[in-house]
């Protein structure tokens, strides 16, 4: 299986504030990954595919980048809105594996 | 926009068999591929296994002998089995689309939490 190792864990931030998260696969998954919000009781929500896509319908302040075993998303300037959980998924090979979450808090 | 609910029972007892289903609205079952994820109470998502609509489907090696799953077409359903289960298969399950065999999940449902407890 493809171990995707994501950090940090949890951070809190203000309004405004440049958020950036990573993502590393244990192995090579070219660009086959995929970036999701999750809120309590929420369906979750994607943001990114194929590492770089943006969403339809997603604001432009979530961004992707990255390839290979390196990933990062970025959100540009915080929105109340964004305070929710973040995760990675890999879908390069089954079984399907996801990062272990990312909690943004407010500061 | 197509939607997704879970639906089923929200406690099973030790040993049962867990039965969830997963009803699609808005869109077609035909032509996706559905999945299955599951999140124990302050722990990671875990994959269980994927069904395409013909009835073709992929396990995580890890449930694959507890896991059966199982598409109704004509309903636009798709449903989940876990057998055997025990206090750790306590989790929200969630149901997801997949556009093809490659893609990540396009559309989640909210999710339903399941409580393995006698």
């Known amino acids: 299986d493809i171990q995707m190792t994501q950090s940090p864990s949890s951070l809190s931030a203000s309004v405004g504030d440049r958020v950036t998260i990573t993502c590393r696969a244990s192995?090579?998954?070219?660009?086959?990954l995929g970036w999701y919000q999750q809120k309590p009781g929420k369906a979750p929500k994607r943001l990114i595919y194929a590492a770089s896509s943006l969403q339809s319908g997603v604001p432009s302040r979530f961004s992707g980048s990255g390839s290979g075993t390196e990933f990062t998303l970025t959100i540009s300037s915080l929105q109340p809105e964004d305070f929710a959980t973040y995760f990675c998924l890999q879908h390069n090979s089954y079984p399907r594996t996801f990062g272990g979450g990312t909690k943004v808090e407010i500061k | 926009q197509v939607q997704l609910q879970e639906s089923g029972p929200g406690l099973v007892k030790p040993s049962e068999t867990l039965s969830l289903t997963c009803t699609v609205s808005?869109?077609?079952?035909?032509?996706?591929?559905w999945s299955w994820i599951r999140q124990p109470p302050g722990k990671g998502l875990e994959w269980i296994g994927f069904?395409?609509?013909?009835?073709?489907?992929i396990y995580n090696p890890s449930l694959e002998s507890r896991v059966t799953l199982s598409v109704d077409t004509s309903n636009n359903k798709f449903s989940l089995k876990f057998y055997s289960v025990t206090d750790t298969d306590t989790a929200v399950y969630y149901c997801a689309r997949s556009g093809s065999f490659t893609g990540s999940f396009d559309s989640w449902g909210q999710g339903i939490l399941v409580t393995v407890s006698s």
């Open positions: 192995q090579g998954i070219t660009n086959d």
């Open positions: 808005g869109g077609s079952i035909t032509n996706y591929y």
């Open positions: 069904i395409y609509y013909s009835g073709n489907t």
